[in-house]
């Protein structure tokens, strides 16, 4: 016999809300692109929270003192195809490009990439770089956790059983900050991560003053590598490159899996960092 399952589209924020509080088992379904792969080996559920174009969480508008706020929402397209995105926050519009398809970029959610935090999520990297915060909701009420604090192990995240992603929050980058973002999978579009990274450099002078290098795919979750933007302050760009490389050495303990082996991780990360530096990304 076929279990029932409930199903509910809430109206707006506050209903769904309500819902997650007294149903915190039930799947919450935002795009359906990640549920949907692995659905037919989970057992079914009690029932759905359909967030799928949910009223007040899908917009891009801008934030306090410059930044920007991304409502869970937005689609890969609408986010890769915004200007603010572009122009200031890059990493995160070319990530965005680079997500599966067109067909999976007008489906695919950031709420959903955040919600499901595998280590080959591509805003991941980017948000981890970017600084962001995530806000989340609940009928308790709203918080901001940092992106920094937000992944607590391998695909588990710090979202409560009753809460849900609103929003990620993009703070305004200082003045001379390099942007740079890269994938490398098996071909050009259309490829899982095999190692992706992303990087917010300051450079006054030419002298790198301070770096945020966020790599993903290296590890259980997306990772900051501090042992590089420690390596790299107060050096001209070529000879950060250099200290990034050599810094790369022993840093990261990348995963071993069906895309990559760990040492090829170990290689390319090595190369892509450096290249963050000398300006070849
Ligand atoms: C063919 C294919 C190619 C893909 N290529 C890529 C790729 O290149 N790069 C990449 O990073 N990913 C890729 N993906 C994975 C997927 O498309 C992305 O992770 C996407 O962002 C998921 O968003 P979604 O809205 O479809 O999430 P869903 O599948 O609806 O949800 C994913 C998870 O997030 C949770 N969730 C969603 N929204 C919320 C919310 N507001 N609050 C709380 N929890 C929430 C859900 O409960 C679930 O656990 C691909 C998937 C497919 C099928």
Redesign the pocket.
Known sequence: MTPETAYTRPRDLAEALAVRAAQPSW???????????SAIHKRVPAGILD?WRLPG?GAITEGAGGGLVIG??AT?LEIGRDARVAKAWSPLALAAR????LQ?QA??????????S?P????LPALLALDAEIE?ASVRGRRRVPYAAWCTGYRTTA?AAD????AAHLPPLAAGTHLAWRKVGTRRA????KVMGAAAMRVECGVVTDARIALGAVADRPIRIAAVEQAVRGLARAAAAEAARAAMRGAIRPIDDVRSSASYRDLVAENLVARFFSGMI
């Open positions: 799947m919450v379904l935002a795009g359906g692109t990640d549920l949907m792969v967030l969480v869970a929402g890969w680079e997500i599966g398809a999976i489906r695919g959610t950031l709420g959903g990439n955040i919600g499901t595998s080959v999520g591509d805003s989340v979202l809460e849900l992603i609103v259309q490829s899982i991560s």
